[in-house]
């Protein structure tokens, strides 16, 4: 049995009250140090742009709203180019997201469960992707995309990055765990591939699924060289990169920035307090992979 | 059992599962063809000739040879991007790592409410760095940021600017590096906890000989995942850096003002596709070596 070496004695306790004291303070001075910067865009984004400059012309510290204008919001939400941005950020991501799942299923499937010649190879093709992220490749596919005619359209924005080594990746090593036995027994029993992979292997690895799933819109959302640069038309532009064109504006005009920052986040903050662990366990795959 | 699958498998033949696996590849291999592979030889096509600008009149490109690869990347543009990226990657993977150990040691601990203090510190996980980089500027904006009287932080001078771009970034990646950290905290197995805890063992003696190398694989990979986001890193610098401070390299390929020819920028792509294969290589090795993996 292991003995608690505290529990016993006063002088433990006391030592340990003063330690859960201490952990309280660093927690909450690190979470303020977290949070500190979303506060202030808050506090800028619900103030009045000229009186909150002149209260800190006239010495004021800044930190608290000038004006409560929560309005802001539902004007940001009323501006076209704004709600524009984000219905095409959602309708890109969505596209991305649907695009990538599928194809690292497929795919996924073909390397764990199917045999084939060059195996090897094609799967050191799909691997060596990595090696040629979009910021290597960039000039020569705005040059593609606008041989093909997909400059400011969805098919430029989204086809790109419908394959993601990644995913491939993830998908294979969760249809490898299934045990060979089931696949076996399955064929037996006159399923095809396509029937197995969908009826079985797909429904058994729901959670890995699930976990790309949200990895990938995580990505997808966030997304800002390709879409910065694959289109230059308003019409065109995801959340992100109005994001800029809103921050560049003006300093009279900033709190619509702040605002719009706020707002761009929602979707993902939703997400990540619905699906927090099915997120982790996206975000440490590779780490646990090594 | 396996016999009579083998059977089955041979009959209904490797030749109809060949089918079917080129089918399911059909989809990433045309993706990575066109968005992956084609784009590199047109890399080096379009770093090896100029293109004409009457090309719509039937003029031909123009070679101008493997001198310009060279040219630009012994050039001024590259050179200056390539430092300011690797200052910027020195700046944000050192302190980005510390920070996502101090939050993760520090929310390792079973109190009450300490899921909170785990949310929190995970919540910027949910921004984009264009979000960070809007969020920076409440402090950055030289005219109504909450800082724009510390000129250590200037966005207005090359130096300056950098560090404040790297806060923004280091901030971001808070969330990921605290995530990444705890759960390797948490894998710890229990046994090792109380182990090192009889012996006796100070609290920063136990960190350092049995916290950090039971966890050095994940602070591993976190160090790549950041050294790569750090040399890719361009939203940054597009919003809250003026043009003309620090520009990293991903700055001078993307060129938002447009002032250097495609030519250039390809032959800078290509060297930022060299710097890409040596940290992988580097990645790989280390891989390989293995920090300490807790057989």
Redesign the interface.
Not at chain 2, 20 to 25: H, M
Not at chain 2, 133 to 139: D, K, N
């Given at each position: 049995m292991a003995t608690e070496p505290l529990a016993a004695g006063s002088p433990g306790r006391a030592r340990r009250t003063v330690g859960t004291i201490g952990s309280y303070a660093l927690l909450t001075v690190l979470s303020m140090m977290i949070l500190f910067p979303i506060y202030t865009t808050i506090v800028r984004a619900i103030s009045k742009p000229i009186p909150y400059l002149q209260s800190l012309q006239g010495g004021g510290s800044g930190l608290w709203p000038v004006g409560w204008d929560w309005g802001v919001f539902g004007r940001v939400l009323n501006e076209d180019d704004f709600t524009r941005a984000l219905l095409l950020s959602a309708v890109i991501a969505i596209l991305i997201v649907a695009g990538q799942t599928f194809t690292s299923i497929v795919a996924g499937y073909a390397f764990a469960c199917l045999d084939f010649p060059f195996k090897r190879t094609v799967f050191a093709v799909v691997v060596g992707t990595l090696l040629l992220p979009v910021e290597v490749t960039l000039i020569a596919n705005i040059e593609t995309v606008r041989d093909l005619s997909w400059f400011n359209s969805w098919q430029g924005l989204a086809v790109p990055f419908m394959a993601w080594a990644f995913g491939i990746f993830l998908i294979r090593q969760a249809f490898m765990g299934i045990p060979k036995d089931l696949q076996d027994a399955a064929l037996l029993d006159g399923y095809s591939h396509f029937r197995f992979l969908f009826r079985v292997a797909v429904p058994i690895s729901r959670p890995i699924i699930g976990s790309f799933v949200l990895i990938s819109f995580l990505g997808a959302w966030n997304q800002y060289l390709w879409p910065r640069f694959a289109a230059d038309r308003q019409e065109w532009q995801t959340i992100q990169v109005a994001l800029r064109t809103l921050a560049t504006r003006e300093v009279n005009n900033l709190n619509f920035a702040f605002a719009a920052a706020i707002l761009a986040s929602i979707p993902l903050v939703v997400l990540l307090i619905a699906f927090q662990r099915q997120i982790i366990r996206g975000l440490t795959a590779g780490a646990v992979k090594g | 059992?396996?016999a009579?699958?083998e059977r089955?498998?041979k009959r209904?033949g490797?030749g109809t599962?060949?089918v079917?696996?080129?089918?399911?590849?059909a989809?990433?291999?045309i993706?990575?063809a066109?968005?992956?592979?084609?784009?590199?030889g047109?890399?080096v096509y379009?770093s090896l000739y100029r293109r004409n600008a009457n090309q719509f009149l039937g003029g031909a490109d123009e070679w101008i040879g493997f001198s310009n690869i060279v040219d630009t990347l012994t050039g001024e543009a590259f050179r200056s991007g390539l430092w300011v990226s690797v200052k910027f990657t020195l700046l944000t993977v050192p302190l980005g790592l510390l920070l996502g150990v101090?939050?993760a040691s520090?929310?390792d601990?079973k109190?009450k409410g300490?899921r909170i203090?785990q949310?929190?510190?995970?919540?910027?996980?949910?921004?984009?760095?264009?979000?960070a980089?809007?969020?920076?500027?409440?402090?950055l904006?030289p005219?109504?940021g909450?800082w724009r009287d510390v000129e250590w932080l200037s966005l207005n001078r090359p130096n300056s600017a950098l560090l404040a771009v790297s806060l923004s970034a280091v901030?971001q990646n808070?969330g990921?590096t605290f995530?990444?950290v705890l759960?390797?905290l948490q894998a710890i197995p229990e046994e090792i906890r109380?182990a090192t805890?009889?012996d006796g063992y100070g609290a920063m003696r136990r960190f350092w000989r049995v916290t950090v190398p039971l966890i050095s694989?994940?602070l591993?990979?976190?160090a790549i995942?950041l050294v790569v986001n750090a040399l890719?890193a361009?939203?940054q610098f597009?919003?809250l850096s003026p043009t003309d401070q620090a520009q990293p390299l991903?700055y001078k390929?993307?060129d938002p003002e447009g002032i250097s020819t495609?030519s250039s920028?390809?032959a800078l792509?290509l060297g930022?596709?060299a710097l890409?294969?040596v940290v992988?290589f580097t990645q790989f090795t280390l891989?390989e070596k293995r920090v300490h993996?807790g057989d």
């Open positions: - | 059992m396996s009579r699958t089955v498998t209904s490797r599962e060949s079917l696996a080129a089918a399911f590849l989809p990433v291999v993706i990575f066109v968005f992956a592979y084609y784009p590199l047109r890399l379009l101090l939050l520090a929310a601990r109190l300490i203090f949310t929190i510190f995970s919540s910027t996980v949910a921004s984009s760095v264009a979000v980089s809007v969020v920076f500027l409440t402090l904006q005219e109504t909450l901030w808070a990921l995530v990444i759960a390797a109380e805890m009889l694989p994940a591993l990979f976190l995942v890719q361009y939203a597009d919003i991903l390929i993307a495609l920028r390809a792509s930022l596709f890409t294969l992988s891989l993996y």
